[in-house]
């Protein structure tokens, strides 16, 4: 610990997250790479794994935790703000359907932008409303590429399956019919940061009877390029 705050914690768990920057690390490989006492490390290793800075893989070591990645991509949020507008109403008026970007928070996603079909029969998502991860074509792309734990743990009671997000990964791009509400579909695709990491999802919504029991047949080359804009949004310097 060469860099110190003068606040004793804080400064050792700094340590930790400094070695499992280098990847996974036991209890043993983090003693030796923050020179902790072994009470002291496991301690605080799994107080950062109360608050999801960190986490466990397959085999129990301690890795980075999710929160850490949702952090980096909240940096970009105002970006993606500032890019949604132009790039959600393109989509409507591209596909004639509701437009929305939904970013994961926690075990639930949230609706940060949204832009309505201009008339008739419409899918409503006001932003800020918070939905469930465990329905809908946006939480299978912000699950696909999750690390495999955490997917894992995210398919449990999801009206979709490992199976359907592998078909996800494969083609860029979920769609889904009455899994969040009846006779409602919708098309998503994701949105990367600079890392590459999936920080969002762009989504059109709408009725079956207009969008059909195949969404993805007629809006989704719409929609991925949508995510694709977006994504160059973020990485712009």
């Given at each position: 610990?060469?860099?110190?705050?003068?606040v004793?914690?804080?400064?050792?768990?700094?340590?930790?997250?400094?070695?499992?920057?280098?990847?996974p690390?036991?209890?043993?490989?983090?003693?030796?790479?923050?020179?902790?006492?072994?009470?002291?490390?496991?301690r605080?290793?799994?107080?950062?794994e109360?608050?999801?800075?960190?986490?466990?893989?397959?085999?129990?070591?301690?890795?980075?935790?999710p929160?850490?990645?949702?952090?980096?991509?909240?940096?970009?949020?105002?970006r993606?703000?500032?890019?949604?507008?132009?790039?959600?109403?393109?989509?409507?008026?591209?596909?004639?359907?509701?437009a929305?970007?939904?970013?994961?928070?926690?075990e639930?996603?949230?609706?940060?932008?949204?832009?309505?079909?201009?008339?008739?029969?419409?899918?409503?998502?006001?932003v800020?409303?918070?939905?469930?991860?465990?329905?809908?074509?946006?939480?299978?792309?912000?699950?696909?590429?999750?690390?495999?734990?955490?997917?894992?743990?995210?398919?449990?009671?999801?009206?979709?399956?490992?199976?359907?997000?592998?078909?996800?990964?494969?083609?860029?791009?979920?769609?889904?019919?009455?899994?969040?509400e009846?006779?409602?579909?919708?098309?998503?695709?994701?949105?990367?940061?600079?890392?590459?990491?999936?920080?969002?999802?762009?989504?059109?919504?709408?009725?079956v009877?207009?969008?059909?029991?195949?969404?993805?047949?007629?809006v989704?080359?719409?929609?991925?390029?949508?995510?694709?804009?977006?994504?160059?949004?973020?990485?712009?310097?």
């Amino acid at each position: 610990m060469e860099k110190t705050s003068g606040v004793g914690v804080l400064d050792k768990a700094t340590a930790i997250l400094g070695a499992l920057e280098a990847g996974p690390a036991s209890l043993a490989g983090l003693v030796a790479a923050t020179g902790l006492a072994r009470p002291t490390a496991h301690r605080l290793a799994v107080a950062l794994e109360r608050h999801r800075l960190v986490a466990r893989d397959m085999e129990g070591r301690f890795v980075l935790g999710p929160r850490l990645g949702e952090l980096s991509a909240a940096v970009g949020e105002d970006r993606l703000l500032v890019a949604a507008g132009p790039v959600l109403t393109r989509l409507r008026d591209a596909t004639g359907e509701s437009a929305q970007i939904y970013r994961r928070q926690g075990e639930d996603r949230i609706c940060v932008a949204a832009v309505e079909r201009l008339s008739g029969l419409r899918d409503t998502v006001p932003v800020g409303v918070t939905l469930p991860m465990k329905a809908g074509s946006a939480a299978q792309i912000l699950l696909a590429w999750e690390e495999p734990e955490r997917l894992h743990l995210g398919l449990r009671g999801a009206r979709f399956t490992a199976t359907a997000l592998s078909g996800v990964r494969r083609r860029g791009w979920a769609q889904s019919v009455g899994e969040r509400e009846p006779e409602v579909a919708s098309v998503s695709a994701p949105v990367r940061g600079p890392s590459g990491r999936v920080v969002a999802a762009v989504s059109v919504s709408g009725p079956v009877e207009r969008l059909s029991r195949h969404p993805g047949a007629h809006v989704s080359q719409a929609v991925v390029e949508a995510g694709a804009r977006l994504t160059e949004a973020l990485r712009r310097p």
